[in-house]
């Protein structure tokens, strides 16, 4: 496989500087995700839908903390195998890769996929809350912080 310079040079000479910027927008994608959960009427396939991103970049982050190049991808098992060989402790997290990898597509096209639930779009970011806290320990990151997973009960609204 090859790459660019461009490629080259956003992988591996501004390591700290660019996983710190693929995490810094998952937060984004958290915050998102709080925000129409705390607040409802979202729609859980947006919720969904921004569970895997904030994963994906996660990922993607600790892909370039890792000094691992690689071109554009959406795929959270593609990603998880790239990470394989650098951190093989990659596998605690398989399930919830498993989970959330569906919801790229899925919560995009209409079509022949179901209707989300909200109990899936909690799922969602419970998955994606872990994924966060696996990368944030491999990373030594600072904003490592416990796991909490609020339920959030909106079918009432």
């Not at 080259?8 to 925000?35: G, H, T």
Request: aromatic share 10%; charged share 30%; with cysteine.
């Amino acid at each position: 496989m090859t790459f660019s310079q461009k490629e080259k040079f956003c992988m591996q000479d501004n390591k700290e500087i660019l996983y710190q910027e693929w995490f810094k927008k998952a937060e984004e994608d958290e915050l998102s995700i709080r925000a129409l959960l705390e607040e409802g009427g979202g729609a859980p396939s947006t919720i969904c839908f921004l569970a895997q991103q904030m994963s994906e970049k996660y990922l993607k982050g600790l892909l370039v903390f890792r000094v691992q190049i690689f071109r554009k991808i959406h795929d959270l098992l593609d990603l998880e195998t790239l990470l394989q060989s650098v951190d093989p402790d990659i596998i605690d997290i398989h399930a919830e890769l498993t989970l959330l990898n569906r919801y790229y597509i899925e919560t995009r096209y209409p079509g022949d996929y179901p209707e989300f639930s909200q109990k899936e779009a909690e799922e969602a970011f419970a998955a994606a809350s872990r994924i966060k806290e696996f990368a944030l320990k491999k990373t030594n990151s600072k904003k490592e912080r416990k796991t909490t997973t609020k339920s959030f009960d909106l079918s009432s609204r």
